[in-house]
């Protein structure tokens, strides 16, 4: 029994191909580059206000953005602001404060919250009127 399980294991084995038993993180995040350890030290983007520094760049690496980065390397006064603002759009993609903006989510599900309300206040009150006509016509 053992020789038979073992022999189905490596036929199961072999059958397999090697892309499909082995992940690899580069895969994950394309050309983009590496830069930190990241959230659990996974290779992804998230823009976290309690985690501010993901492990991949937004962006992958253009030419033009290879030319700033190597710019950026020098004098940091020498950069135009629009340059900066390229170089950080490149490495992120929301600001704190356009993450952290308010997105009136909260409308809908009040708004949701309300019609299940009243629904099952409407169900709610038509059973007692039922349950009392009913009772009137037993007396």
Known sequence: MANYLLRRAIIDAIRVPVG????????KIGNREWVGYGYNGQPTY?????????AVR????????KVLREKEKG??????LEEKK?????SFCQTFAEFQA???????VVGWSLVYLSVSLDLYGNE??????SASIIR
């Open 86 to 90: 390229a170089l950080y759009r490149a």
């Open 102 to 108: 308010p997105t009136g989510e909260w409308k809908g």
């Open 75 to 80: 004098d940091w006064r020498k950069l135009t």
């Open 128 to 133: 007692i009127v039922r349950v009392q006509s």
């Open 20 to 27: 499909t038993r082995a992940s690899s993180e580069l895969a």
């Open 58 to 65: 937004f962006r992958p690496d253009t030419p033009d953005v």
């Open 46 to 54: 998230v823009d976290r206000p309690d985690f501010p520094l993901p």
